[in-house]
């Protein structure tokens, strides 16, 4: 019988002239591991008459990427947002998903960090920390 888990799930991430080669992401928190958005992928308008039109639109997919404070992986998204603070540029990168309980994997190409926590929430305890990666293309394969 299949199962949906999540736990044998893997994102790997390279980020041109910083980490060119692909660095797996660990210590995902618990519940927001990986998520993305929903992606808008037509325009629609309707006329004075009432009739609709509609036209096919690329946009990009956000990819909100949720780690634990104590993850090994949170120095990879630090250096990365000092990287692109220095230098006053984005550095792109590629990525993979692979989700072997379904049997997919995600091709990840040309994305940029665009959104991140400068340190854990301190609370009761340090919380997980978000970052956002927005991607030009997201495709999905068999694994």
Request: charged share 15%; aromatic share 10%; hydrophobic share 40%.
């Amino acid at each position: 019988m299949a199962t949906i888990t999540a736990a044998n799930s893997s994102l790997a991430i390279a980020v041109t002239n910083l980490y060119p080669s692909p660095q797996s992401i660990q210590g995902y928190a618990t519940d927001d591991a990986f998520t993305s958005d929903a992606v808008e992928q037509a325009e629609i308008v309707m006329g004075v008459d009432g009739h609709m039109s509609a036209g096919f639109i690329f946009n990009p997919t956000r990819m909100t990427i949720t780690i634990m404070p104590d993850s090994p992986s949170l120095v990879i998204f630090e250096n990365w947002q000092l990287a692109q603070r220095t230098a006053r540029e984005v550095y792109f990168c590629n990525g993979t998903v692979i989700l072997p309980a379904i049997g997919r994997k995600y091709s990840l190409q040309n994305g940029v960090l665009t959104s991140g926590n400068p340190f854990p929430a301190n609370r009761r305890t340090l919380q997980p920390v978000p970052f956002i990666i927005t991607w030009e293309r997201v495709i999905a394969e068999d694994n």
